[in-house]
């Protein structure tokens, strides 16, 4: 079936760590999104790329990296530079240039210990 | 810049009620209007949408018109159930090229039985 896999699912952290959430889609979308979310928060923009190589950051993209080096993968390290990386993480995707929808996978929980 | 209001929540209903929940935008341009809901611990998913002034959107017994003179993109359900308790999120994208979509905080309903 076509969508957006995610994972880990769950991810915990210590201190100090980096760590990589893995976003991976298979329905030929070009575009492709990260968000971040905190309880009782909106979603905010991470980083997005429209094309392979090329990223843009969101609104709250310090402490984070990203990669495009393949159509279909877009993961997202949580450097130690991140204060306060405890939150969900949502990839999505959305076919360019005429589609409006955007596609939202699982989810990732990221927990600093 | 472009954003999203939506009322804040929770909200607790009955089942068999009516269900509204507010959303207006701001935006510059003409934006593409969504409504997405996420279950508990899940990923967001595409509820209805709208994508010019007067279009109705519905899905699964909701519908939202998007309002132009009003800014608005109200979500309707004439009749909630249980299985609607989940978070509802307004969202807009501005159709010019490949901006992201910016979100409400999110409206939590809860449905008793």
């Known amino acids: 079936d076509g969508g957006i896999t995610q994972s880990p699912k769950y991810l915990f952290r210590k201190e100090g760590q980096n760590v990589t959430l893995s976003c991976e889609q298979n329905l030929n979308h070009d575009a492709m999104y990260w968000y971040r979310q905190d309880p009782g928060q909106g979603l905010r923009l991470i980083y997005y790329s429209q094309i392979v190589n090329d990223f843009q950051k969101g609104d709250i993209a310090e402490g984070y990296s990203v990669s495009r080096e393949k159509k279909e993968s877009f993961p997202l390290t949580v450097t130690s530079a991140q204060k306060n990386p405890t939150a969900f993480y949502l990839c999505?995707?959305?076919?360019?240039?005429?589609?409006?929808?955007?596609?939202f996978g699982e989810g990732s929980w990221l927990t600093v210990v | 810049g472009n954003s999203v209001t939506q009322m804040e929540g929770p909200v607790t209903l009955s089942e068999e009620a009516f269900l509204t929940i507010n959303c207006t935008y701001t935006a510059t341009g003409y934006p593409s209007l969504f409504w997405y809901v996420q279950y508990p611990g899940e990923g967001l998913q595409l509820l209805l949408k709208?994508?010019?002034?007067?279009d109705k959107g519905s899905n699964k017994g909701f519908e939202a018109t998007y309002r132009k003179e009003t800014t608005s993109f109200h979500l309707e359900k004439g009749s909630v159930q249980v299985s609607d308790s989940a978070v509802y999120f307004c969202a807009l994208r501005v159709n010019s090229g490949n901006t992201p979509l910016v979100f409400g905080k999110g409206t939590r309903l809860s449905v008793i039985a």
């Open positions: 709208a994508t010019k002034a007067d």
């Open positions: 999505a995707s959305r076919i360019q240039p005429s589609g409006n929808t955007i596609y």
